[in-house]
């Protein structure tokens, strides 16, 4: 079993330990969030596991088909770590919190426990292997230096830190929230008491001000719902202010144009399109754009500052995209955006300009500019007022699988039809001025589409270390001793923290 699938089991089955605690009474876990809490999300893992085809039982979790399979190809320790996790009793997981503190490094998971004693002997089983003690009064358990959980008070504390970083954490949260709590009644609580999968509230100010330059977005949290629906894979997202006043998420777009829909065609199933309002801040736009770029790629932003102000209204990019076989050198795309009056042909004639004072001269067909990229041709034309950017032949012969509703009135769209084959999987990413949204279908219905994004999430993981032992071989890249033990690990990241 391959890293991928190791880690969204264990993912699972940490989700499992805190779920199988769950009990009837509901936790008052905001009074020990502090208010001043950067980031605060609330789960209801009970839902997010049913959706996912586990099965919630008094006796504790039992696992869908498709992760009990990847469970039992597991070693027996592990196995037997599991299936103590499954079993586990103790805490309420209906509300789990997870928050951060401004200007304070880490975060904690937080679960009020009804019953301590029966947490700490769940936790004490010597099938999990957690090294048991007692710091700062609370009782810890680790499972190694990365890992810690402590109970004190009524509560369950989770963090991916040591022992004496999650203690700290911890007394510096519970300071804060004795001075005031999240509970103390404010717009932040009442949403995260709605009956939804996941709501998550996070401080953007700083962002969303330097890219608008309006103070009335200096305290501005962002706000993501799942669940609100027939899916815990709906999501609903807004920007509010700092007494939850709705602001608008895109304020410097406007309406999309679904005219550009005549350049799509049935070789692309992704199209992402926007549009740019009339008054679009675009010197707020490129200076907080160049603070995270290369000193190449200024030069270039500069040089091409007068066609971005050119822009008039939409903008699309259409792909075509297979996700079980992704191959940048097949990737198909092609980018429309209306242009001012003149626009489209004063870039066009700045290429020219461009190729002549090098000596070069263009190859033209059919009133498009081709470009030599890595051997394959980039096309650059002007349609009626689009400027047009291509890798393979522009055609409006239609058959695209979008039709303007899933774009009119909206601001900003992400719209992906089929995007995996065996079950088809497709998304629409909305956002008008007031709101995002996102809505998952698989074999067109939401219903159920959790469990079979983790199908496709299983499938593609046995898919890409197979074929990473194909390359390889029985014996490795260099055969004996030099083999590889684990072709999982070849895929693996280093996400540790210190």
């Not at 799942?226 to 999501?235: A, E, F, K, Q």
């Not at 990019?317 to 009056?341: G, H, P, R, T």
């Not at 194909?470 to 055969?479: H, K, Q, S, V």
Request: hydrophobic fraction near 40%; charged fraction near 25%; include cysteine.
């Amino acid at each position: 079993m391959n890293v991928i699938s190791r880690r969204l089991l264990a993912a699972i089955c940490i989700i499992s330990l805190l779920l199988a605690f769950a009990c009837s009474k509901q936790p008052k876990v905001l009074e020990a969030v502090p208010a001043s809490a950067s980031t605060v999300v609330k789960f209801d893992l009970k839902r997010i596991l049913t959706e996912a085809g586990c099965e919630v039982t008094d006796d504790g979790i039992r696992l869908s088909s498709d992760l009990k399979a990847e469970m039992d190809s597991a070693s027996a320790e592990t196995r037997s770590k599991w299936k103590a996790l499954l079993s586990a009793k103790g805490v309420d997981l209906t509300n789990v919190i997870y928050f951060e503190q401004k200007d304070v490094e880490g975060g904690l998971l937080l679960l009020a426990s009804n019953d301590e004693d029966l947490l700490i002997e769940s936790l004490s089983a010597d099938s999990l292997g957690f090294t048991k003690g007692k710091d700062s009064g609370f009782v810890t358990f680790k499972e190694d230096e990365n890992a810690t959980v402590a109970i004190n008070d009524g509560y369950c504390w989770i963090s991916f830190l040591n022992i004496d970083n999650t203690t700290s954490l911890i007394k510096k949260a519970r300071r804060a929230a004795k001075k005031e709590s999240l509970a103390e009644g404010n717009w932040r609580a009442d949403l995260l008491a709605n009956d939804v999968a996941v709501c998550a509230i996070t401080d953007v100010g700083d962002t969303f001000y330097d890219i608008f330059g309006d103070e009335s977005y200096r305290n501005a949290s962002a706000v993501v719902t799942s669940g609100d629906g027939n899916s815990v894979l709906d999501l609903k997202a807004d920007i509010r202010d700092s007494d939850g006043k709705q602001l608008e998420i895109l304020p410097s777009l406007g309406t999309i144009d679904t005219d550009f829909l005549r350049f799509s065609s049935a070789r692309h199933n992704v199209v992402i399109a926007f549009s740019l309002a009339d008054d679009f801040n675009w010197d707020n736009f490129l200076k907080a754009d160049s603070k995270s770029i290369s000193s190449a790629n200024k030069i270039f932003l500069s040089t091409m500052e007068d066609h971005l102000r050119n822009i008039d209204g939409t903008v699309a990019i259409s792909l075509n995209l297979d996700i079980a076989n992704i191959n940048a050198d097949s990737l198909e795309y092609q980018v429309v955006a209306k242009m001012k009056e003149g626009g489209a042909d004063a870039l066009l004639n700045q290429l020219r300009q461009m190729a002549a004072e090098q000596k070069q001269r263009l190859a033209e067909r059919d009133g498009f500019i081709l470009l030599p990229v890595e051997g394959k041709p980039v096309r650059l034309g002007k349609v009626d007022k689009y400027i047009v950017i291509a890798n393979h032949e522009v055609s409006m012969a239609g058959g695209s699988p979008f039709n303007a509703t899933s774009f009119a009135g909206k601001s900003a769209v992400i719209a992906a039809h089929n995007i995996y084959a065996d079950p088809l999987l497709s998304f629409t990413l909305a956002a008008t001025t007031k709101e995002a949204s996102l809505k998952v279908t698989v074999n067109n219905t939401s219903r159920g589409s959790l469990a079979e994004v983790i199908k496709i999430f299983l499938k593609e993981s046995h898919r890409q270390a197979d074929t990473v032992k194909g390359l390889f071989g029985d014996e490795g890249a260099f055969g004996g001793e030099d083999a590889p033990d684990d072709y999982g690990n070849l895929l693996q990241f280093d996400n540790t923290q210190p």
